[in-house]
């Protein structure tokens, strides 16, 4: 992977306008999630806000990148029903809603899989807003290019990346609350 652009190098702005956003958290431990507002995934930002205040400091920080490509209009509820348009209004539902502290950028394109057009009931190729799919933001591929060099490394070890951690965990929250066995019998 030492071939591969460091993230901290990417030029990435924050969600109030700041450059260079991610250099920042050079040489801490940084939790780099995608987020989104108000649908079904938002209550990931009650989790990261969790790990923030336990693990958070000089060594380790959340760092949420906004997005629209998993949720939007008629899947939003409330004043976001609409989706968001910004990073700044990302940061400031997660802090009106789930009190985050932690860090935001700038709203840019992820690397949706196919999937999320059919689950968002839009055309193919279209995002939460049913706005087509932007060209990926250079942090996603990048993050992407380190993953597929991870994967090729496991492959000439012998190692099959895809069954690596198959059947070997399973939430105990997912479990909780029946995905785990919904999932497993197609319901």
Known sequence: MSDNKSIYDIE?????GDSDFLEQFKNKVTLVVNTTVGCGNANQLEVLQKL????????FQVVAIPTND?????????????????GADSKKYGEETYNTTFQYSEMVSSIPN???SEQLNVEPGHNGLGQPNKEPHELYKTIQAHQ????????????DPGNMFKD?????????????QRSLHGR
């Open 70 to 86: 998993y949720c939007g209009s008629g899947i939003t509820k409330g004043k976001w029903a609409q989706g968001i348009t910004c």
């Open 52 to 59: 923030q205040d336990i693990y958070g400091g000089d060594d």
């Open 168 to 180: 070997k965990y399973i939430s105990p929250w997912l479990s909780k609350v029946g995905f785990y």
């Open 12 to 16: 990435l702005n924050s969600a109030d």
């Open 114 to 116: 196919s999937g999320v």
């Open 148 to 159: 597929n060099s991870a994967q090729d490394k496991l492959r000439s070890l012998g190692i």
